[in-house]
Every structure is written in structure tokens, then in C-alpha cells.
């Protein structure tokens, strides 16, 4: 069988454009199949989209054929390029620090940018648009590598993985007892928000379910949160209301409130600049 | 031909975690079919998962498998199960009242819990994940049964039918001419509200298309909405901007503002604290 | 292969609308192919409808049938149809201004009313039902149609092209150098806004990448922007926060702000009251 096509873009449902670009990979061969992966990433958050590509890509069957559009610099001088993964999966996507996850926890090994000579869509009144790369050019590519109509090779030329456009990522720690992190992503959904800290090192620490630690978060290096906090498998081990540390779907610590909105209700969000650590 | 997978979640589509979970159903069989029924049934709701479940069941193939995860209580002691309703559908779903409205106007003819020694998803770095059944233990055993790896028997142990968790749900009735009932779920979307009150008790009362209504509203008792209203049978029928009482999809009397809000205008929501009745 | 469906509405994933009208077209035939065009037109907003069929069609296979029900007037006197166009495809949507766009731009060369004698889902107790014509109207037939079981002849009697209901379309123009239009619709996620000046007439001008052109904004003859911009071929061109006038996907003349939302920044909407000029 043809591999599935996963797509993922800030563009939403609310226009015309995923139609449209699902309507490409359709003319270019109607036995594909298209799945949603996300159309609600954040806009222009490349961060994001690097993230939810490492989330969910390992669930799916290998060979699968992801294409991200999360394209702030479309137009401009950034590449569109289709990477393959160590475990044989495809990312179509500008190189613009979507790879970012996937290159560090997964490994890509080859990489090629697109030829848009021959692996751009025409003939639609569409040669002088430079604004929607995910219908004239990732869908289009896309579509006719999982169609079988280029090779992986047939892309465009290979460029060196080491120079892949990747955004820094930081690392957790432990140290003198204490695990330090950052919260890296959200669930923008349920408010909860996910550290950067793998569930191996609360079990380094010592940590075990049942235990209430004390954690502090600092935004910029100032304290924002500092209380002491049941740690569980799952939220409903927690009343509704209070906050719970948990081990989350990817293993990682993350931090809710049971049926409620942690990000919100303490005013915190992800990125470098919000630091946690959790102590006995 | 295999059965289609139906998924109605509150997960949204903001990050991966939809993703994630079809890709587990399309990694245990490339063939199956998977149609999204909602992601957007309101957090925790368990009542609002259940109605819709029973809004739409009937519409679709009979053999049709849903999936149902609104799951505030992951991880914990409830029941993972699949049922088997009188009509032929199947319905993969935390035990947790989500087949209320099927049990009581459908019909559950058997019911299983899942065997998490069997039908769970192992080897992805998840053994130890305990919030996110919809990917390692609903999608995954769904995915089963749908490819026909596993019967509805191999499910797990059966139990009793009555023992299945469900949520109250009120009657309406008419008394001297009036009809009593309350409002039991909304039109997010267009902010119409639905009663419990069928269309058969309406013919029987004497109210007809075309009629103008007394509709009384009460909260917790006390008086919120006190109006005569038109009765007819599309929103087209009241002028843009009234208040108009209809027969809705499912043949229950609902009311509307034509074009426009009539939740939001009037500050009403559903529950059982939310009646209403009808007079001439 | 039968023809795909793409469905379009105003419906929303919310409830369980969307997830019944794909059942019936399921029940009808399990083979088809259903595709989410977008259910989150703007309510009742027959304009956004008609601009994103328009928008999105021709990037799709010839036969493709899409399904488009934004419909206020649903269950009153307007007429259920399927419109051709000269280009092969098939709407299946009220007669209700929906195909504005597509008659003008593209061509209708059939319209057929839909015979609700024979072309009406029954047996699901939805007969007296008036308010869901997405579900037993235009779905059900829209099924029937592409599976073959009847032709396009036998959706109904036919009527003159001519007797489509139309919303008034206007023309932009180039007046002593400088070019009128207004703005006819939006990007919604991204708060970009589209003229309907197609970018011909800006070359025509002698306007061209890289130049700065002085754009005048008026809403119902006020000016409400007046500033000189840049012009360019894509977002990137300009510096972030800065706004930006580009060709957009459509070959069109539109506005954005470089990673920001332009119609929210400066309070801007589309409709023939929002009139645009540009001069050098």
C-alpha cells in the first residue's frame, strides 16, 4: 500500500486552504490517504510543530509521510525539503527548526531539498504565488513521493543533516537531590503544562507516586509558583481542583489541575524562560 | 468490508494527541476506516458524550465501532469496556455513564471489559503511561476488533448490563394541557437549546405549527423566561432575530433565535436545574 | 473510481451534526469518500460559502462533488439543487446565493432541483424533521449521486441557469493610475484581508515588487487607513509587526501584517462597505 499522508499547519479550517491543498494530493493521485495530524498548531510556532511531529510520529505505521506547514518565511530564501528519519519515516516541511525534535530524539539521515523545477504544482493559475508552498509545493511533493511518482531521491538534491535549521533545546537535571527542567510544550486543550524532565530521572531522585514535592517554577528567574504538590500516574488520583504532578503520555513530568486549567488558573506558559524544579 | 472506527473525544485537534491515537489504529491494521465523530465534546463532559453518541449512532452502517473518550477519571478504577448495543453498534468507551442515553433509548445487549493483558498497546515507550487510554487502550482495542484480530468476545470478561454506570435522566410529561420537561443538551454552535420534550407529546397537548406558545424557563426553580413564542417547524419561520420553538433533528422540541444566539441572549444553559413548559 | 465528497458548513465539529450527515452518506454507500472541506464557515454567512467553493474547487479532481449547506433558510421555500459547472464538478447545496461565485468565475452549465419525493433519507424517524437538510437532504442525495445510484438527471428537475440566486459581486478598476477594489473576503486565522483586484491590474499600473504604494481604506465612505506600504511577493518580505500588501493564493491583491493579524490590529472587515485603493 501507498503511505498514509499526516498533515500538520496552523492554517485551521476556518478558510478554504486545506481543501485546497488536500485537493492537490488527490488530483495528483486519488487512492492516497490524507489524516489530519493537527490544522491548530499555534501560528507561526515552529517550535510546536517540531514538538507535535516527535509526539505522535512513532504511533504510525513506519514509512508514513508527515507534511508541516508551519511557514512564517514562506516566500523568502528558507528551504522546503523532505527529511527521512532513522526509523524510516518522511517529514515534508520548510527547514525553518521543524526538525528540531526529530532530528535530536530520532535522528534523521538524509535529507534533500525540494526541486521546485519539476516538483511544484502549475497550470493553475497559481506559477506567480509565493504564499501557500503547503498546496503548490509540500502537498504537491508529498503526494507524488507517497504516490511512487519520484523517489525519495527524486526530491531534489541531498544537503548535509548537520545543517539542518534547528532551535535550541534545553536539558533536565538532577542535582543534590533536586531535578531541574523546563516546561518545554503545553496541552493547549486541558491547560497542563509538560517539563522537559523524563520520568527516569523522578525515579534517579528517588521520587515515587504517592510522594508530595515541592515544586518552584521561576519565569526569567523569578519565583512564580512554590507549593507543595501531590505526584501520581494519573490525574484522578488528585480532587478535582488540585494540582497534580503526573507522569505524562511520553513519559515525561507534567503538571495539572484534576478537571481544570493549570496554565491559566497560575498564569504560566512554556518556552526557555520557565524554569521548574521539584525537591522532597 | 471492516467495520468504520467513529472517535469522539475532548482532546481537540490543538496538539497531537488525535494524531497519535489514529496512528496506533492505522499501525494495528492499514486498512480501517477512521471518520471523526467530534474532538470538541466539552471538557469532562461525560453527559454531552453520551447524548451525542446517541444523536448520531443510528445514521451510520450498523457494525459501526465508536470510540468515545471523555475520561476525567484515566487511570483510575473505573471500567474500560466495550458494549454492544440491541441495533448491532459497538461503543469502546470508559464505563463512566457515557452510555446513559443508549442504555435507555437503544438498548445495551452485552457488555466487556477490556483485558489490558491483551488489548493494550505495549512497546512504544508506554508501559508506563496511565493518562492517555484513548491511544494505548481504547484506540488500540478498537482497532482489534474493527480488523477482526479479536471478536467482541476476546474483549474481555462480560458483566452484568444493569451494572453499567449511568447518569440520571428526566422525564417529560403533559398535565392539563401543559407540557413539562427541560432543557438536556444545546446547539453549541448556534446556541439553540433542545428539551427532553419529544414531538408526540406536543401533537398530543394540541400544539400545532403555527401556534404561539407560552414558554416559561426556570433555574433552580425560579423564573427566568416568561414570553409567548411562535411554534414552527424550521427557524426560517420567525423573523431574524426571534424567538422561535421547533421540532428539532431528533424530533424533540427545541428553541432557537432565527439567526441568531438564543443561549447566549438570554444567559440559558441545559441541565437538569434548567425546566421549561409549554402552554397555549 | 466514484467521486469524492467534500463537505462544506456552517455546522461546526462541536456536536454531532457533522458525524450523522456522514452516517447517512456512509449507509448509502460504505465505498465513498468523504473529505472535511471546512464546518466552520461563518454562520449563516452565504458570502464565505459561495468565495471558498470558488476558492478552493479547480486544485481537485474533475467529477469531485462538493456539499456545501449553509442555509438559514432551511426548510422553508428556498430550492434544495445540484448545480454543474462547465468545468466538471457538482455542487449540492441550497439555491441560496452559494453559487455567486462559481457562476461568475467559473461557469454553471445545469442546475437541478432536488426531488424530495425520491431523494430524501427516510425510515430514521426523521420524516417531520425540517431543520437538518445537511442530513436528509443534500447528504443523502449527494451519496446517491456519487455512488451512481442515480444520475445526474434523475437528482431532479432542471431550471435555468439564469434563475440561480446571486449575491452582487464588484468589479475593481484602474482609474489615472490608481486602483480600486474592495475588500471581498478574509483569511480568518491569520487576519489577512482580499481584495478582489486581481494582481493583472496592478501590473497594469506599472505596480511591482518591492514598491511602496500609498493605500487608502474606506468603510461606508469614511477613511479609516490611510498609510504607504510595501508591496511584495510574500509575508517575509516585510519586517515583523510591519503591514504588507501581497499577491496572495488566488492571484489576488491582499493585506497582511508580517506574524501579526492586520484586520484585528486595525479593526478592518470585508463587504462591499469596505472599499481599497492603491496609488503610487
Sequence with gaps: MKPILVFQTDFTYKEGAVSAMYGVVKSVDRELEIIDGSHEIPQFDIWSASYRLWQSMRF???????????????????KACVAK??????????DNGTLTHLKKEVGIISIREIDETINRLRG????GVSV???RDLFGYCAARLASGIISFEQVGPDYLVENIVVLP??????????VYGNFEINDPNFGNLWT???????NQAGFVYGDHLRMVIRFNGGIVFDKTVLFHKSFGFASKGDVIIYNNELMRVAVAICQGNFSQVYSLEYGPEWEVDFSK
Tied chains: 1, 2, 3.
Design 60 to 78: 504510525w505505521p513506519e514509512g508514513t509521510i508527515f507534511v508541516s506547514v508551519v511557514d512564517p518565511g514562506v516566500g523568502t530564501g528558507r
Design 85 to 94: 528519519t532513522t526509523d524510516g519515516y518522511y517529514v515534508v516541511t520548510p
Design 124 to 127: 493553475k493559475n497559481n506559477e
Design 132 to 134: 501557500f508552498h503547503g
Design 169 to 178: 533545546i534545553q536539558e533536565p537535571f538532577l542535582k543534590n537531590g533536586k
Design 196 to 202: 522537559n524532565i523524563p520520568l527516569s530521572i523522578f
